[in-house]
């Protein structure tokens, strides 16, 4: 006889609304042994970087306890694709185990994505930039509106577009958030600074002197207006707080990219779209 395994909440609150008429059969359903060298690695789950000292960790406690939660897959020929659960199946392996409790799901590849996005969001096993690469996902891919994904993932709308802002820093700094070096916050206070290289100078610096976010703040603050200073001369042109801050509001109210290019009280607004959908969503902010 199975034994009978809950999905958790995480997992149920994925289930479309449309489809809630199927989630208690979905919930009810028996996990299953699954032979482990017959589950294979999801190319496409979001998370990318996975700590080896937290993987001992759950494989300690799997070792003590089993495994409480069964993974989620999908079948593909003789072997399983990992839905959810890849920190499980990788403890697992570890540990050499020969099989492992799943929950088989009959889904497309669009729906597997989009549940391995939004599970990894909804348990915050994602790290600040990995979830800003999800959230950009789900709204390019899946032509969610950031009110929809907000309704989705729990979160507010703002709490999304200021995460998504995080990928407007430069690649290396996005790798040292990655990795942990660096928090969210230093990556706030670095998206002050637009020149991608001198993002990259602050944030050696902060790990090199253990800076604060607040000793961070106070570095850029000194810095713009060292800048503003010399802005007459013919250095690079910043925001004044004024507009910078208006160009914030605006950002979190579109839900992407927006540069305000202000000079002697004229200037202009851009506001970036990444497809078309992206485009016919801000078209429907403004009602156009």
Do not use: C
Request: proline share 2%; hydrophobic share 35%.
């Amino acid at each position: 006889m199975n034994k009978k395994f809950g999905l958790g909440k995480g997992l149920s609150a994925l289930i479309p609304e449309e489809d809630n008429e199927n989630s208690d059969e979905l919930t009810d359903k028996s996990a299953t042994m699954i032979p482990l060298n017959n589950i294979k690695a999801n190319e496409s789950q979001p998370r990318r970087y996975f700590d080896n000292d937290k993987i001992n960790e759950l494989s300690e406690s799997i070792k003590n306890h089993g495994i409480i939660q069964p993974l989620i897959l999908k079948k593909e020929n003789d072997n399983y694709t990992i839905i959810a659960g890849e920190r499980r199946w990788r403890a697992a392996k570890q540990l050499m185990l020969k099989e492992v409790p799943a929950i088989v799901m009959d889904i497309d590849d669009k729906e597997i994505l989009e549940i391995s996005l939004i599970e990894n969001i909804q348990r915050e096993d994602l790290n600040a930039i990995e979830e800003a690469q999800a959230y950009e996902r789900l709204l390019h891919e899946f032509s969610l509106t950031q009110e929809k994904l907000s309704e989705r993932i729990g979160k507010s709308r703002t709490a999304i577009s200021n995460t998504i802002r995080l990928l407007n820093l430069d690649k290396r700094v996005q790798s040292y958030i990655i990795e942990g070096v660096l928090s969210e916050g230093h990556g706030r206070a670095i998206l002050a600074l637009g020149d991608k290289d001198k993002q990259y100078e602050v944030a050696q610096k902060a790990i090199d002197e253990s800076l604060s976010v607040r000793d961070v703040e106070k570095l850029i603050k000194a810095y713009l207006n060292k800048i503003d200073k010399i802005e007459e001369k013919g250095n690079e042109e910043v925001l004044k707080p004024y507009y910078k801050d208006i160009q914030e509001q605006l950002q979190d109210y579109f839900g992407t990219k927006v540069n305000i290019n202000s000079k002697k009280n004229k200037g202009k607004i851009e506001i970036e779209y990444y497809s078309e959908e992206d485009l016919q969503r801000i078209l429907e902010i403004i009602n156009i």
